[in-house]
T-cell receptor, first 114, second 116 residues
Framework: DTAVSQTPKYLVTQMGNDKSIKCEQN?????MYWYKQDSKKFLKIMFS???????INETVPNRFSPKSPDKAHLNLHINSLELGDSAVYFC?????????????FGPGTRLTVL | AQKVTQAQTEISVVEKEDVTLDCVYE???????LFWYKQPPSGELVFLIR??????QNEISGRYSWNFQKSTSSFNFTITASQVVDSAVYFC?????????????FGKGTKLSVIP
C-alpha cells in the first residue's frame, strides 16, 4: 500500500563497513531520487535516475553508488562508511523528468555510523 | 549563492495564533516552480503545494494559504488558527526549468512549534 518504501528504517554500523539502503515505489513513476538530510535538517539531492538512467550526480563521494535494477527500484550502496555519512537518507519518486513534478518521499532511513 | 532562503530557523506560537513562514528565492529563469513540504516529527516529507512562476494567484486550502509575489521573489506560507498538529519543519523548495537538471533545491527549513 505504501507509495515509496525504504528499508531499513534504521541502520547502525561501524566505520569502514559497507551497507545498502533499498527503495521501491509502486506509483508507476519514471524518476527516482536519493536525498541526504543532515543533522541540521538540510536536504540535498544526491542522485536522480530517470528510466533507470543516471541524470543527476551531485558532488557525492565515489563511495556512494546508486543502482536502479528497474524503474520501480533505486538502491543506494555505501562503501567504507565514515562518521560524516551519518544522516537520514530519503528516497523519492516523481512521475517523470520535469521541473513541475511533485516528488513523493519515502519514510527515510536513519544511518548512524559509529 | 543560496537559491532558497528561509530566514526563520524556528518559530513558536500558541495554539490558535496565525503564523507566516517566509520563503525568498533566487533564480534567473523565467519559468520555475516553487514548492512547500512539511516534515512532521515522525520524519516523512509531505507535499503541500506547487506553484509555477506564471501563476501569481494566491492559494487557500483550509487553514493554509500561500502568497506568491514575484516582485519580491517570495512565496510565503500562512497557517491560520494554528493547531498542535501543525508542529513540524516546513521546507520551501525551487525547481528551475532552464537549469535542465530539474532538481529541487530546498531551503534550510523553518521549525514551527505550536504550543497548546
Amino acid at each position: 500500500d505504501t507509495a515509496v518504501s525504504q528499508t531499513p528504517k534504521y541502520l547502525v554500523t561501524q566505520m569502514g563497513n559497507d551497507k545498502s539502503i533499498k527503495c521501491e515505489q509502486n506509483l508507476g513513476h519514471d524518476t527516482m531520487y536519493w536525498y541526504k538530510q543532515d543533522s541540521k535538517k538540510f536536504l540535498k539531492i544526491m542522485f536522480s535516475y530517470n528510466n533507470k538512467e543516471l541524470i543527476i550526480n551531485e558532488t557525492v563521494p565515489n563511495r556512494f553508488s546508486p543502482k536502479s535494477p528497474d524503474k520501480a527500484h533505486l538502491n543506494l550502496h555505501i562503501n567504507s562508511l565514515e562518521l560524516g555519512d551519518s544522516a537520514v537518507y530519503f528516497c523519492a519518486s516523481s512521475q517523470g523528468w520535469a521541473p513541475d513534478n511533485e516528488q513523493f518521499f519515502g519514510p527515510g532511513t536513519r544511518l548512524t555510523v559509529l | 549563492a543560496q537559491k532558497v532562503t528561509q530566514a526563520q530557523t524556528e518559530i513558536s506560537v500558541v495554539e490558535k495564533e496565525d503564523v507566516t513562514l517566509d520563503c525568498v528565492y533566487e533564480t534567473r529563469d523565467t519559468t520555475y516552480y516553487l514548492f512547500w513540504y512539511k516534515q512532521p516529527p515522525s520524519g516523512e516529507l509531505v507535499f503541500l503545494i506547487r506553484r509555477n512562476s506564471f501563476d501569481e494567484q494566491n492559494e487557500i486550502s483550509g487553514r493554509y494559504s500561500w502568497n506568491f509575489q514575484k516582485s519580491t521573489s517570495s512565496f510565503n506560507f500562512t497557517i491560520t488558527a494554528s493547531q498542535v498538529v501543525d508542529s513540524a519543519v516546513y521546507f520551501c523548495a525551487l525547481s528551475e526549468e532552464g537549469a535542465g537538471s530539474y532538481q529541487l533545491t530546498f531551503g534550510k527549513g523553518t521549525k514551527l512549534s505550536v504550543i497548546p
